[in-house]
């Protein structure tokens, strides 16, 4: 298992080789808003673990391992913000699920995964569901932010 930092690093690669040819360690950088040196430091792990090559001016090629768990790193993140989604959730969604991807099962995730099909299949269902929500938001009722004074 990858550190959540590494998979981070990973899952980014792996969406910026979707919409580019080549992807550099300053592309990676710019995306994940870190500097060069904690990019590097990545990239050799990542390498030193067969998820990646280093090839001539600073490119980085994904080798079959890498491109197999980038893509499962990537649909993660995305069914995660997708069940945000669905459930209505006031949050930042990006943030959110970057937050939870980690900490997950994959017991945890597949059922999400279900929940999120079975909502985008039965609409009716999740109408339902939604006046539920707002229903409850309208009476005030369901757990009160102990943080809040
Ligand atoms: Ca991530």
Same mark, same amino acid.
């Given at each position: ?18 919409? &580019? ?21 990545? %990239? #050799? ?15 980085? @090629? ?5 491109? #197999? ?7 993660? &993140? ?7 989604? @669905? %459930?209505?959730?006031?949050?930042? %969604? ?15 995730? =597949? ?14 269902? =999740? ?6 929500? #707002?229903? =409850? ?13």
């Amino acid at each position: 298992m990858l550190s959540p930092s590494l998979e981070d690093y990973l899952e980014e690669i792996y969406r910026f080789s979707l919409h &580019n040819d080549v992807v550099r360690v300053s592309d990676i950088a710019t995306c994940l808003d870190v500097t060069m040196p904690s990019v590097n430091n990545a %990239i #050799r792990k990542l390498s030193s673990e067969d998820y990646l090559v280093y090839k001539k001016y600073r490119e980085l @090629v994904l080798t079959d391992k890498g491109r #197999r768990l980038g893509k499962f790193l990537v649909e993660r &993140n995305s069914i995660l913000q997708e069940f945000l989604k @669905v %459930i209505y959730s006031n949050c930042d %969604i990006k943030a959110e699920a970057e937050a939870m991807e980690h900490y997950l099962t994959m017991p945890s995730i =597949r059922s999400i995964e279900s929940l999120v099909d079975f909502f985008e299949k039965n609409s009716a269902c =999740r109408q339902k569901f939604l006046e539920h929500y #707002r229903h =409850r938001s309208e009476q005030g009722l369901g757990l009160v932010n102990g943080y809040r004074e």
